[in-house]
């Protein structure tokens, strides 16, 4: 099972351990390490707490260069949605690691194998344990190949609001200009809609319309998204 | 002023900016930036955003390469105590930084220059602008100064139960065996108490009575502490 290991992660992510005691250490959940006092082994529990960090610090650093504009509030929200462990539960799965884990009875019985929470630590520590054992240079190729390609595809974007979503689609490729404009305002006072347009580098993709003018500048942001998606 | 700085840096913690003005972005608040924002300044919620990473990461390596037998919940409660607001806000001041920081008007008169969670802000904006210009050697080297001979100290060992706060004093210099022993059952079945005595390495440190081992073990810890403060 661990020259399986070995192969699966030479083979998929390119790295060879230098300490292959690592990397079992990192795929050994504490309750198989309980059920086998006698060997004595060590659990991954440090290895995530390492790697925690690191994810932290190299997820911090890809947003903070990738979006140059936008301020703190939004690159900590965005930080939060992709290191949150439903996030990584999904890398986990995607980088087929959970076979690997090594799981004590009980824990195998109540399916843990498939539980999001323990996916998130065994990738965590996974991640500890390239950084403690290949440095922070592979930790950066290996998220390249399995988290930044989603980043730039706008996978963690879903939670923010329709301005920022906007904002960060259309800077990927560099910063541009998007202004909203009230080109509208309908109805009488006690009643008033107003109309938005936006416009990119000059160019309007789309209207929107709302009670209050930063209603209406969502709404238009939502519609240039989704005009954007369908010409995509 | 940002001569001073400039000046500052070099002077006190060998470190000569290639981008200064990411070391002037790192000491301005949004309020001095609000104030003048004809200059459209950039303030320090960024690098703020980035040294808190950087600081989660080190802290994390140099605790988790520091105590090899501390279990992750106790890495964990320690690397909070340590890159919390107070704590950060205690070495800005100790770093002498609150003199450099650009304020707005209505913030220095609340006397803003003084909070400990915006002396935390200009610490970590302080740290991710080393590590932006500098990288993550450096980092270390400033924390080298500054932070980690703190947590040699056991300055951050105090939130700690007794045993844990013993066993990291003792590791300071490399592992040591500690022992508990429990040497005497006193008072009836339905009133016991426990004595326990704490070798390390052999040697007896102290003695502790409880109702419980576990409250025995944690008293003859506190007096092992004790012990130790007051021969040291």
Partial sequence: MTEQLFEHVKNNFGITFHDNELLI????HSSYANDHRDLTL?????????????LELTVSEYLYKKFPELPEGQLTRMRASIVRAESLAKLAKEC???QFLCLGKGEELMNGRKRPSLLC????????????DQ??????????????PKIDS???????????????????????TIAY???????PDHDRQFVVEVFVE???????????????????????????????
Same sequence: chains 1, 2.
């Fill in 96 to 98: 087929e690691l959970a």
């Fill in 181 to 187: 404009q009230v080109i509208k305002e309908i109805g």
């Fill in 135 to 148: 440095g922070m240079e592979t930790v950066m190729d290996f998220l390249r190949r399995v988290l930044f």
């Fill in 25 to 28: 250490e990192a795929f050994t």
């Fill in 202 to 232: 000059g160019d309007s993709l789309g209207t929107g319309k709302g009670r209050s003018k930063k209603g209406a500048e969502q709404e238009a942001a939502r519609v240039a998204l989704q005009t954007l998606e369908k010409n995509s």
């Fill in 42 to 54: 060590k659990n991954l529990e440090r290895l995530e707490f390492l790697g925690d960090a690191v």
């Fill in 121 to 132: 630590d065994v990738f965590e520590a996974f991640v500890g344990a390239i950084f403690l």
């Fill in 154 to 176: 706008g996978a963690f974007s879903h939670g923010m609001d329709h301005k920022t979503a906007l904002q960060e689609l259309l800077q990927k490729n560099g910063v541009v």
